[in-house]
Structures are given as C-alpha cells and as structure tokens.
C-alpha cells in the first residue's frame, strides 16, 4: 500500500488475482486493502505473508497461499469459500481471519483450510466454520459471536499456543479466558453445553471426570466435566500468579 491509507488498493469487480514470487502480499504493518464483487473471487500466492483486506462485500476466496508465512485475510463482510468446492481455500504456515460483521464460513459451506507448523487464529460477529484439510489444525484462539463448528478431515485439532485456553478432549471443546467464561462446546456444532462467569490467565486441562481451571484470583478449582458443576476449590494458592493445571495421574500440578 504506497499510502498507507484505509482507501481500496485494488478493486476487481469480477475477480481479484495477485502473486509474488519472491516477496510478500501486503506488508508486515499493513495490509493490502482490496474490493471485489458481490460475485467475484480472490486468488493471491506469495512466498512470504499474504495479508490482504477486504473494505466491502464479503471475502470471496478461490485460493490465498502464503508458503513460508501467514495468510492472513480480514473482511468487513463474510470470508467464504467462493465456488463452495472441496479444494483447499486458505493456505499457510500460520492463518489468520478476521470478519468484522460477518462470519468464516458460512451454513452450505465451510471454509478450508491448511495450516502448518504455526497457529490457527480466527474471529467474526457471526459464525465460524472451518475444515482443516491437511493435518493438524493447531489452534490458538477462535472467537465468535455465534456457533464454532471446526473440522479436521486427516488430523486433530490441537491447543496452537500451548497456553491451555482452549482444551479438546474428544469431541469435547473447553475454553477459558481472562475476565470471560469457562464453557464445554461441542465440536461437531459448537453448541455450548454449559458456561460458568470464571476469569482465568491461563486456562485449563480436562481428564475423564473433571475439568480444572486456575482461577485469576489463584483458586484452582474442579468442576464436574459433564455438568459444570463445581466439585472442590483450593484457596491456598490464592494471589500466586499460578500456571494453568495439568493433570498427572491422580494429581493436579500448578506452579
């Protein structure tokens, strides 16, 4: 973006098509701001980081690649898969979305995706579904104003970050956050099966009877993992700064 301004970059009506060979797509502050039709398609490949953003109408993606960085695609609208195929629709070592009054995905179609080594982020208003095609979905965090629905047709689906906020267990999602709500989703809809108000810096870990949490007071506390019931609390470690719990054998270990 020579001037750095929130003004359309490109505008392709009937359809967007970018590559670098050598280099990235947007830069590493910026990205490349982009409008496309309501019928259009996007199709951008880059050695590096692609970030692009679309001001208007939805996201429609053909196929975004980022070989050795991040795809990275943030949308006013809707970011969905344009011709609802079953090919891979956003490709990165990291990947990134972002719909500001819309949704990832949407209820024909989800979005596919594959991401490598690095970490799956993705936030939207709406609804977020989303089908990891190739191995590993690694996720480090997936935030929506309605349902989850994320798949992984060759892999699992694994905590990105190592931070514990998000724990699978099954077809059973936990997630905890810093001034939010502890909740059990499921992962094949994302329908919440219980949430309890409970801040937490850390998150949680889950065995086959429970799901425990380091409060963000210090308390760690159990809770019964099928009804959210909370079953103990330990107040000795109150203002302690602890980590999240992990489960060894018949302990619970927080530092």
């Known amino acids: 973006d020579a001037n ?24 590493s502050g910026a990205g490349l701001e982009v409008v496309q039709g309501p019928t259009g398609s996007l199709k951008a490949r880059a050695a590096g980081t692609v970030w692009l953003v679309q001001t208007a109408n939805d996201m429609r993606v053909d196929s975004v690649i980022s070989i050795s960085g991040t795809a990275r695609l943030y949308s006013y609208g809707s970011i969905i898969d344009a011709f609802s195929d079953p090919g891979t629709d956003v490709t990165g070592v990291s990947i990134d979305l972002n719909s500001t009054a819309g949704g990832v995905g949407d209820s024909s179609k989800e ?10 982020t993705a936030t939207a208003a709406g609804a977020i579904r989303l089908r990891e095609t190739a191995g590993d ?16 047709a060759q892999g699992s689906i694994l905590d990105g970050s190592n931070d514990a906020f998000v724990k699978i267990s099954g077809t059973d999602i936990f997630v905890a956050g810093f001034q939010g ?9 994302g329908q919440a099966w219980w949430s309890r108000d409970l801040s937490s810096y850390n998150g949680v870990d889950v065995d ?14 159990a809770f019964k993992r099928r009804t959210g019931i909370e079953e103990w609390r330990q107040e ?10 992990v489960v060894v054998g018949g302990y619970v270990v927080v530092i």
Do not use: C, H
């Not at 709500?181 to 809809?189: C, G, I, V």
């Not at 086959?208 to 506390?221: E, F, K, L, M």
């Open 137 to 152: 979905m690694r996720v480090g965090r997936v935030q929506a104003g309605q349902e989850v629905k994320l798949s992984a």
């Open 208 to 221: 086959q009877d429970r799901v425990y949490v380091a409060a963000a007071n210090g308390d760690v506390i």
């Open 4 to 27: 750095s301004s929130p003004a359309p970059d490109i505008i392709g009506f009937t359809g967007i098509d970018l590559e670098s060979v050598n280099g990235t797509i947007g830069e």
């Open 181 to 189: 709500r502890l909740a059990m989703l499921s992962m094949e809809n």
């Open 111 to 120: 979005l596919d995706t594959d991401n490598g080594s690095g970490r799956f």
């Open 236 to 245: 000795a470690l109150r203002n302690r700064g602890l980590s999240a719990p």
